[in-house]
């Protein structure tokens, strides 16, 4: 009757007895609920930081899309602003073409016209002096000199 298993059976229940006069299965429960909601408590942070995460790549993503558009928004500014300095520099030097013909023209005009007076002059000097010969020739005394004079400022003045 009293065999080993049956002693081993009594010292089995004794010892589960004194873990439990000691309050024992309470302090392994307690290290066991601790334990839990260690675990939990990660598990809770863990959640909290891949939300954290979530929120923060979206804002990231939120400002790259922003910064996208802002440099397609920059990159379409220079190329009006391109557009619109290429198009003033055209203006500008069409205008410049356009003031420089019309010098070129009006010099032009001045030197035919100042053309035009040096022949009249030499002409007029020639006749003058021809006229001179002729009426010195033919008129003589001082009633040719006063005439001779006289018709030399006359066509002087009237050629000028």
Do not use: P
């Not at 558009?69 to 009006?80: N, P």
């Not at 205008?95 to 009006?106: D, H, N, S, V």
């Amino acid at each position: 009757m009293f065999t080993a298993e049956f002693w081993v059976a009594v010292a089995f229940v004794i010892f589960i007895g004194v873990l439990i006069y000691f309050g024992t299965h309470k302090i392994v429960l307690n290290a066991l609920d601790e334990r839990a909601a260690r675990i939990k408590a990660e598990l809770d942070e863990a959640r909290r930081l891949k939300e954290e995460a979530r929120a923060l790549l979206a804002e990231y993503e939120r400002k790259r899309g922003e910064a996208e558009r802002e440099a397609a928004d920059i990159i379409e500014g220079a190329k009006a602003e391109a557009e619109r300095l290429a198009v003033e520099a055209k203006a500008k030097s069409e205008e410049f073409l356009a003031r420089r013909t019309k010098l070129a023209e009006t010099k032009i005009a001045q030197a035919e016209a100042q053309a035009l007076a040096d022949v009249r002059n030499a002409a007029a000097e020639a006749a003058v002096a021809a006229a001179e010969r002729v009426l010195t020739d033919t008129v003589k005394g001082k009633l040719a000199d006063d005439l001779v004079g006289k018709g030399i400022a006359e066509v002087k003045a009237k050629l000028n």
